[in-house]
């Protein structure tokens, strides 16, 4: 029984990184109906941009999250400039192809200087021992921060202008626009949130597991089933869903081979993909 | 007009016994990128290694010739899905002469196809798995011990410190581990020994946190398995950080790689059944000492050499000894020469099987035990702990 | 009438040189080249059929080839069936499953839908990792003496390879036999407006589930071919997710919609792989090359090569479909 109750304790603390993960591919896609792929070469890029700060400064590496968010927000004004802008009004295919041909020169690049040999953030928290099972002090650190994030990220949207802007925009373009407020700018401005959730999302995983510059794409594919769990759009929807699939990992698992979890996952994901397009919390939220 | 005459006769005399330098070509693919990146390196290094000597030494004389030797290769991603095109390409457009494998056992299994079609002798090192042998092959000869034999040593090992220890399998599901771990398994029931765990994991498993949860739930002492580098670095940094109580870790091939001693404290105690340490001290009746190697190779890439590097550098010392048994490079002659092999070099004795059901795997080389300990100023060295006759230092057991 | 069309002409002339030329020159490393080039236009042209015909864009489109492949593998080597029977089996099962798989599937529409077939591709591939008879994730392997059934090893790839050659001969015929068919029609009413299509008439519940099933069989069909040819398969090779995309980027560079367009992008692409990943000088920046050669199109040429050809030349239409 301890060992059920252990196994979903550290399925919640790795489920709340997915949660925070899916929060910025949820807030693009809610936004400008954008299907991010650049999303899993972001969190790539949030691992190693952690690995090089906490190699030039090695403090507390929570608190590089902060030069991470920054650069993050950088960095999505410029994937947004480069290919995003061009096809916001187009077909769906368009945006996916342009992501993904960002996405494929990010891996590019990234495997020229990193190849894909693993890398290490060695930084270590003391973990809190109960009986017999100990819990790693960077799972619980990592799973604070997110939610810290992801709290921050719904007060920005609820209670600032630019949030306040960016759910105009979600929810009606045009009548947003006749309202003054400039769409471009708020595209781009969500989009750049987005991308810095992710990495941020990628620098908290840097500090639990090691990493090559390909290990976005899982986190991406997670991504995907919080998201759709959650409903589009829904930043705190994702945070919850993402907790919930990690503490259904954690239930599941003392009763199956961990080989089989994928199937279940996206198995369940086909299911309520087709059973309730809009989301579990459609009704919940709208 | 006699001693111009004469000059030019000896000259040309000399020219055709010693021979102008003819070149050979060995072709390979190596993981440049994808997850066999570490391990594929390594042994590309002991390649490197074992051509640049020959050279320097004027190449492989054989039959009144010099051979020099040189490298075509390419990046197979780590996925056997171009693996036939680069070799195909290797033989037919680059005109190989002779052929080394790919790292890991699905890719030299797919490139097996096609150097056995063109009938080109290929060495496999890296690759353990032994299904391959059993499919009617006749130019391929395996440098590595077979996967049945790794955790043997470990549990006969075992049975003299520990005969009660409860016993956890938790393996990557790869041709490799699978192949390494279900021997091992019966064997472990064969000794008595309970076998309280067993599960695969995903080959690119980061998260084993529910897998140690079971672990710990099935009161085992002690933990066999692993696969490859990224993985195993990764499951005993976390049986470390999770404090599982543990007596003896055993991961596969990832804790022979000089990289391990970047883990620090989650490195200390681990075992990995080795085809080759430094300490192993055979004596070479061919090539050069242990000793000599792992000075060269130290020189030359500034890290001391693992076990992949070794077997790199054994499977050219194997090939150039061939050659030369066989006076040239002719494909058949080398073959044959190859199936007559029963030599000791630094890497240990080599003899490929020439049963028609297993041609070309590896029957003369046995492995050793390495474990991770800690010297005297407390800095983390890899010593052999088994078999006995050649231990550089005593087991330690439990660990913590 | 099929026959009068120039393209299905220059379909088989194209596919009789792709045969002869490898053969007539003895060139095993050059057909080793183009058995890719043949499956990268085998997966682009059935793509082309959800994608470019329907409108529904399908991430997981290598399911089928690798599901092929299994069933396949499985049939020529446990069972010791013909290769050509294993392979249309292989392919009859797979079209069955995407017809059922389609019917739950295809309610969904956009990218909801394309969400679905990732999902999809990643449930079965962690299925057959876990599955016994196929050797979980460590895949099956194809004896050496397999081959000896079809007169030693170095014959049966060529036959291989010619079986390959036919099938993109056929996936391309099928395209066009699509494309000027009334079925087709009804395909180009969903893309262009599903609803009002289905206010015209068109069953479209029917008419998706039935393209999702054909646009699976032959890649279906290739796969198994492929997989015996490359005599081993394990989950992480036959569902690539990357090579699903991939597919996409073909179908994208040649121009989505068209027969030609398809096997153009598809054969380019690959021959643009291959050249970068063997070349020296480049293969460190393959990804790149080709993300950028991707995002120009995008942005730049949406028709892709024959979008482009066709506002140069535009009587081009009337030939190149």
């Known amino acids: 029984m301890s060992g059920i109750l252990a196994s979903m304790i550290d399925g919640l603390l790795i489920g709340s990184v997915y949660g925070l993960a899916a929060m910025g591919l949820s807030l693009i896609w809610g936004v400008m109906d954008v299907i991010n792929l650049t999303h899993g070469a972001v969190i790539a890029l949030g691992m190693f941009g952690m690995y090089i700060l906490f190699a030039a400064f090695p403090v507390n590496a929570y608190l590089l999250l902060l030069p991470v968010i920054a650069a993050g927000l950088l960095l999505g004004l410029l994937i947004y400039w480069i290919a995003v802008h061009w096809v916001i009004g187009r077909s769906q295919l368009s945006s996916l192809l342009s992501t993904f041909a960002v996405n494929m020169m990010i891996i590019g690049i990234g495997t020229a200087i990193w190849s894909t040999s693993p890398y290490n953030v060695n930084f270590t928290l003391r973990g809190i021992t109960v009986g017999a099972y100990t819990f790693d002090g960077n799972h619980l650190a990592a799973a604070g921060a997110a939610v810290i994030i992801g709290l921050a990220l719904e007060l920005f949207l609820y209670r600032t202008r630019p949030g306040k802007a960016i759910r105009a925009v979600a929810d009606n373009r045009e009548a947003a626009e006749l309202m003054g407020i400039s769409s471009t700018m708020v595209l781009a401005l969500a989009f750049a949130i987005g991308i810095a959730l992710a990495a941020s999302s990628g620098a908290l995983v840097s500090t639990l597991f090691p990493f090559t510059i390909l290990s976005g794409a899982g986190y991406q594919m997670k991504s995907f089933v919080v998201t759709v769990l959650a409903g589009l759009g829904k930043p705190l929807g994702a945070l919850v869903a993402g907790v919930l699939l990690g503490l259904l990992e954690g239930a599941v698992t003392p009763f199956i081979a961990v080989s089989w979890i994928p199937l279940i996952e996206f198995g369940l994901f086909v299911v309520v993909l087709v059973a309730f397009p809009k989301g579990i919390f459609a009704r919940a939220t709208a | 007009m006699k001693r111009l005459v004469l000059a030019v006769f000896v000259l040309v005399a000399l020219f055709v016994t010693t021979g102008f330098a003819q070149t050979l070509t060995v072709g390979f693919t190596v993981s440049n990128t994808g997850s066999m990146n570490v391990d594929s390196v390594e042994q590309l290094h002991g390649f490197e290694l074992w051509r640049d000597q020959v050279n320097a030494a004027g190449g492989i004389k054989a039959g009144g010739k010099n051979y020099k030797i040189q490298f075509v290769s390419y990046d197979d991603e780590s996925n056997s899905k171009r693996v036939q095109q680069l070799y195909s390409r290797l033989i037919l457009q680059d005109k190989a002469d002779f052929l080394f494998s790919p790292y890991s056992s699905p890719l030299t299994a797919t490139a097996a196809i096609v150097t056995e079609q063109y009938e080109k002798v290929m060495l496999t090192t890296g690759a353990a798995e032994g299904k391959t042998y059993t499919l009617g092959n006749h130019y391929l000869f395996q440098m590595f011990t077979p996967g049945a034999e790794y955790l043997k040593g470990v549990l006969d090992m075992l049975k003299t410190k520990d005969p009660k220890a409860a016993v956890a399998f938790v393996y990557e599901d790869s041709s490799f581990s699978v192949s390494v771990v279900n021997p091992a398994k019966a064997y472990a029931q064969q000794l008595g020994f309970n076998v309280a765990f067993s599960e695969a994991y995903a080959p690119n498993t980061t998260d084993f946190s529910a897998i140690i949860d079971k672990v710990i739930a099935s009161k085992s002492t002690v933990l066999l398995g692993g696969g490859h580098y990224a993985d195993g670095s990764t499951l005993a940094r976390q049986v470390y950080s999770h404090k599982v109580p543990l007596k003896m870790v055993t991961l596969l091939v990832a804790p022979d790689s000089p990289k391990w001693g970047e883990l620090g404290d989650a490195a200390v105690g681990v075992i990995v059944p080795s085809q080759w340490e430094p300490q192993t001290a055979f004596k070479a009746q061919y090539g050069p000492s242990g000793a000599d190697f792992a000075k060269a190779y130290a020189g030359k890439y500034n890290t001391p050499p693992s076990y992949e590097s070794a077997g790199g550098y054994a499977c050219g010392l194997v090939l150039q000894r061939a050659i030369e048994q066989a006076g040239g490079p002719d494909t058949a002659k080398v073959a044959a020469a190859l199936n007559a092999t029963d030599i000791t070099t630094f890497y240990g004795r080599t003899k490929f099987s020439t049963a028609a059901n297993e041609h070309g795997l590896q029957v003369g080389h046995a492995m050793v035990l390495a474990q991770w300990q800690k010297d005297k100023s407390g800095a983390l060295v890899k010593q052999v702990v088994w078999p006995l006759a050649a231990k550089s230092a005593n087991l330690v057991y439990p660990i913590h | 009438m099929i026959l009068r069309r120039p393209v299905f002409w220059l379909i088989l002339v194209f596919a009789a040189l792709m045969a002869f030329v490898p053969l007539h020159a003895n060139n095993v490393s050059m057909r080793e080249d183009l058995i890719l080039v043949a499956i990268a236009i085998i997966l682009a042209s059935n793509l082309n059929l959800m994608i470019g015909y329907t409108g529904y864009v399908n991430f997981g489109h290598i399911v089928f080839y690798g599901l092929g492949g299994y069933v396949g593998l499985y049939l020529a080597t446990v069972r010791s069936w013909n290769l050509v029977l294993a392979a249309l089996t292989a392919g009859l099962v797979v079209s069955l499953f995407a017809l059922a798989l389609g019917m739950g599937i295809l309610r969904l529409r956009g990218a909801y839908f394309a969400l679905a077939t990732i999902g999809v591709l990643q449930a079965v591939q962690s299925f057959v990792a876990n599955f016994d008879p196929w050797g979980r994730s460590t895949g099956m392997y194809v004896a050496f003496d397999a081959y000896e059934r079809l007169g030693g090893a170095r014959h049966a790839l060529w036959t291989t390879y010619f079986l390959v050659i036919g099938v ?79 597919g996409i980027v073909m179908l994208m560079l040649g121009g989505k919609g068209t027969v030609v367009g398809a096997a153009l992008g598809g054969g380019l692409y690959e021959k643009l792989r291959s050249y970068l990943l063997t070349s020296p000088k480049f293969s460190n920046f393959q990804l790149v090359i080709a993300g950028g050669l991707l995002l120009l199109v995008v942005l730049f040429a949406p028709g892709g090569l024959i979008g482009w050809l066709y506002r140069l030349v535009p009587r081009a239409r009337k030939v190149i479909e």
């Open chain 3, 168 to 246: 993109m001969a056929l996936s391309m015929i099928l395209s066009l036999g699509i494309k000027i068919s009334k079925f087709g029609l009804g395909l180009f009413a969903i893309r262009e407006d599903e609803d009002a299509a289905l206010v015209l008439g068109v069953n479209t519940t029917v008419f998706k589930a039935i393209i999702y099933s054909v646009s699976a069989f032959l890649p279906a069909v290739a796969g198994a071919l492929m997989f015996y040819k490359n005599g081993m398969i394990d989950p992480s090779i036959a569902f690539e997710f990357m090579l699903s995309l991939e």
